[in-house]
């Protein structure tokens, strides 16, 4: 069962250009959570989502970024106009969305280095 | 809202010992889970272990165990004999236990070194 990929893995933007971002959650999986890592900082959350619907962006930037998670294909994270300031590793979590508060927990995939020119 | 505070930066113990990661956290729910997650330094995210907060009994995982004192709010991670392969970035984690998902909340992360 492959886990949670993301692509690219490294990418290089220069400021004022868009940077896109992939998630394929784990098979099954049918929730997906972006967070973003500064350097020499823990993860912090962004937006969650289940296809189709964003359940909660409270930590995403209100402007610039935007997520989605279609029907059909990956979950993408896109940031529009970079700054230097969104340089970071930005990881994907996915997870299988048990009703009734069961503990679910979320795997990650190995994340997407994003660094601005 | 949560908050997950990790008191040492830094540890570094020699191959074969025991080392403890402390982890405190501040919430008014009653109802969370907790997790370790390690970071090695391809800085893939790694699930170590997690503990439900209704659950008395510390989670184990082979040499990894938890002591969870819910009243006092905390959670601390112990690694027995110690590998070179632990060498990583160690991150407390909490989630709201809910009807659906909740995000994850990390600590800043505490960096261990394995001594050969």
């Known amino acids: 069962n492959a886990g949670v990929m993301q692509n690219p893995r490294h990418l290089v933007r220069r400021r004022g250009q868009e940077a896109r971002l992939r998630c394929s959650p784990m098979?099954?999986?049918?929730?997906v959570y972006w967070y973003r890592q500064l350097p020499e900082e823990g993860l912090k959350f962004m937006v969650y989502l289940q296809k189709e619907n964003i359940i909660d962006e409270s930590g995403m930037p209100k402007e610039r970024f935007s997520a989605e998670f279609p029907k059909e294909g990956p979950s993408i994270l896109r940031i529009q106009q970079v700054v230097r300031g969104d340089s970071a590793a930005y990881f994907c979590a996915s997870s299988l969305g048990l009703a009734g508060g069961s503990t679910d927990t979320q795997y990650f995939g190995p994340g997407t280095r994003l660094t601005v020119l | 809202a949560q908050t997950v505070t990790q008191s040492q930066p830094e540890m570094s113990v020699q191959e074969a010992e025991t080392v403890t990661l402390s982890c405190t956290y501040d919430?008014?729910?009653?109802?969370?889970?907790l997790f370790w997650y390690k970071q090695p330094p391809s800085r893939q995210m790694i699930l170590v272990i997690r503990q439900e907060a209704y659950k008395q009994q510390n989670a184990t995982e082979n040499r990894f165990s938890v002591n969870f004192q819910k009243a006092a709010k905390s959670f601390s991670l112990k690694i027995s004999d110690s590998q070179l392969g632990d060498t990583a970035m160690y991150f407390c984690?909490?989630?709201?236990?809910?009807?659906?998902?909740?995000?994850?909340?990390f600590g800043t992360g505490t960096r261990l070194t394995i001594i050969p």
């Open positions: 984690a909490f989630m709201k236990q809910n009807f659906g998902n909740e995000k994850l909340t």
């Open positions: 098979k099954g999986h049918s929730h």
């Open positions: 919430t008014s729910e009653s109802n969370y889970y």
